[in-house]
């Protein structure tokens, strides 16, 4: 199979291109009724809704005793895993956990020039829900993304659930939830455990926010427990965008390409923006070559006929333009001085600069989370983090200058909006207890105001 080669500014391409944007906000109604009954269903009966659409789902059988996974079984699984696997996890947690030390908020108080003391608290959640999905394979890098930061930012309680395998347990998940610090482990996935984590069950207490990708059923649980609980973001199928000029090595943007197409939904998105025709067509063959002997060709055959294309631009210019009306969830630069570049970005989950650092290089062990925006959320989402396992509380504290010199223009504030109740409860500390504040006492603090403001 040989991916399409298409020219920018034709029909052709304009309708790819279309197939890509219409990724976004994917309908999810077929499947909301049933999301639905399954969220109801946990909120029914709890556990024992769990164990039955654990075994109608995944075709495991639970019982109470095993719907979590004890901390011995993930140290066991630690030291069962070869120990080559252990130290490429351990190294992993490392680089990711360094990088997302340096993403912490802080707390901070001021006091401005009225004499208000102003501020924010940055305080961790207290208890947050990880979703790592099943799917083809065993993911212990999505244990590390989601966990390690929130380990970072100082979360009491870290509550893991995954759907579990009927060819047994996945010993590298469990290896890698022990290093990355997971209180609690539950052998349960899709959109049940999702209400669970939401609503609590006998043996699975609520969480303040859920994290971590999955399938349709997942991300529709997700949507529909908001409000309940928080979540990061909705994620859909992985993407990657090369943006490649004459000198780029065609082999290996094929390699790219196929790397995240092959995660098997076939809905992925893989596509080259290259200024040079003679690229668009090597990297087109070195695909079709390469799939020749790929384990998993069928799924990657199938993503790069529904949202896979070599895309020959006119410039540079153009290909920044379409990258970012795109908003991929990776973004490769395999041209000249991909830096200097760099400003162009506004919509991209991550960033890769030069031929030298692939996708995959983040998928692991860069630092930076894989748990990105995707479907074009990259407009307005950003990467998981540390920060996004805080929450921010207010200060404020007046003092007597401070309700002296604003408190006239909030009472004028509140009562521009109908609220007269809000005003008396100013003025009754700015020295007017029967709310209707002497004319030349309001005259005096308006000036007050003034010169603050003037000042500032």
Known sequence: MRPRVLMSQTPEFRKF???????????????????SKIIADVRKR?????????????????????????????????????????????????????????????????????GMRLGQMVLPMRRVGIYVPGGLGAYPSSVLMNAIPAKVAGVAEIVMVSPPSSEGERLAVLAAAEIAGVDEFYRVGGAHAVAALAYGTESIKPVDKIVGPGNAYVQAA???????????????????????????????????????????SGDEAAVLLTTSASIANRVAEAVEAALKSLPRAR???????????????????????????????????????PSRWLPRVRAAGAVFLGPLTPAPLGDYLAGPNHVLPTGGAARFASPLGAY??????????????????????????????????????????????DGNAKRAGRNRNAEQAQNLTKRS
């Open 46 to 114: 709890g556990d024992r809704a769990l164990i039955d659409l654990t075994s109608r789902f995944d075709g495991v059988k639970l019982t109470l005793a095993t719907l979590r996974v004890t901390p011995a079984e993930r140290h066991s699984a630690l030291n069962r895993i070869p120990a080559e696997d252990r130290r490429a996890l351990e190294l992993a947690a490392e680089r990711i956990a360094e990088f997302h030390r340096r993403t912490m908020e802080q707390s901070f108080i001021y006091r401005d020039k009225s």
């Open 388 to 433: 996004d396992f805080l929450k921010r509380t207010s200060i404020i504290e007046a003092s007597t200058g401070a309700i002296a010199a604003l408190g006239p223009t909030v009472a004028h504030l509140a009562r521009m909006e109908g609220f007269e109740g809000h005003a008396r409860a100013i003025e009754l500390r700015n020295g007017a207890p």
């Open 17 to 35: 291109l279309a197939s890509i944007l219409a990724r976004r906000g994917g309908d999810s109604a077929s499947i909301d009724g049933a999301v």
């Open 222 to 264: 997700k949507r529909m427990v908001y409000g309940v609980t928080d979540i990061d973001k909705m994620a859909g199928p992985s993407e990657v965008l090369v943006i490649a000029d004459d000198r780029a090595h065609p082999e290996w943007i094929a390699a790219d390409l196929i790397a995240q197409a092959e995660h098997g």
């Open 299 to 337: 799924q990657v055959e199938a993503a790069l006929v529904k949202r896979g294309a070599m895309v020959v631009v006119h410039d540079l210019n153009e290909a920044f333009e379409l990258a970012n009306e795109i908003g991929p969830e990776h973004l490769e630069l395999d041209i000249r001085n």
